[in-house]
């Protein structure tokens, strides 16, 4: 009786020294090798977190305590998945990077990091926190160049419109529309995302331009003509009629 009476304190105090060892992995690891009672050892053994003392007591533990080896084998196997998801975390934050100074960001690229990414399950971190600043400026990006591509597409609609009216409008007119526009696109053209732009949208709309500013300047010649020719036979008129007033 006294000798059970012993160990029952004595696996009392090991398990009252096993719960006050949280944060003190190493006397931790120290205890589980040397306790004598397995509850203690297990209760230890939930304070390792460093890679190398869950290494040190699994190797001792394996073949003595299963339920010890078997936490310290779960252990490192989750810190295994967990630098792995890091390390992929920090390889998509790097893509993120590169694709942010591409003057060429297209929609695609965004869009299967943001799935690889997703996929990660990133941890939380550094990595985390600065792939979210990144991502935030790549979707900002992304919103100038479909502003700017809608802008060319309008500005295009805006130069037919005023191609199909310059027989109706006075020709002053229709070249101060066309170079009023002419700007605004070039103003366009010269944006920090104007690169990654559909390749036909700049080229259509300046042969366009070319062909408008043509025909308004055939319109314009006609003018200039029709223009001298009133101008002469309103001199041939006057002419005539001071001939008459003459006679």
Same mark, same amino acid.
């Given at each position: ?83 792995? *998801? ?28 943001? *799935? ?105 010649? *006609? ?25």
């Amino acid at each position: 009786a006294e000798i059970k009476s012993r160990q029952k304190h004595a696996r009392q105090a090991a398990l009252t020294q096993a719960g006050a060892l949280e944060g003190q992995e190493a006397a931790a690891a120290e205890f589980i090798l040397q306790c004598g009672f397995a509850d203690a050892r297990l209760i230890a053994a939930a304070f390792i977190h460093s890679h190398a003392l869950q290494e040190q007591v699994y190797s001792t533990m394996r073949n003595t305590d299963r339920r010890v080896a078997r936490l310290m084998q779960g252990k490192i196997e989750t810190g295994r998945q967990l630098a792995k *998801r890091e390390q992929r975390a920090q390889q998509c934050l790097e893509q993120a990077r590169r694709l942010l100074i591409d003057a060429q960001l297209m929609p695609n690229q965004v869009a299967d990091l943001d *799935r690889d990414w997703s996929a990660i399950d990133a941890p939380e971190g550094p990595a985390r926190q600065a792939f979210a600043v990144v991502r935030v400026t790549l979707h900002e990006r992304l919103a100038c160049q479909a502003q700017l591509q809608r802008a060319l597409i309008d500005a295009l609609a805006e130069l037919r419109k005023i191609a199909n009216a310059l027989d109706d409008a006075l020709p002053d007119a229709g070249a101060s529309a066309l170079d009023q526009l002419a700007l605004t696109v070039e103003q366009h053209a010269a944006a920090a995302e104007a690169a990654a732009l559909p390749k036909h949208l700049l080229p259509a709309f300046r042969q366009e331009l070319d062909t408008a500013r043509q025909n308004l300047a055939v319109q314009q010649q *006609r003018q200039r003509l029709l223009s001298a020719r009133a101008t002469a036979l309103s001199e041939w008129e006057a002419a005539l009629a001071a001939l008459a007033a003459l006679a």
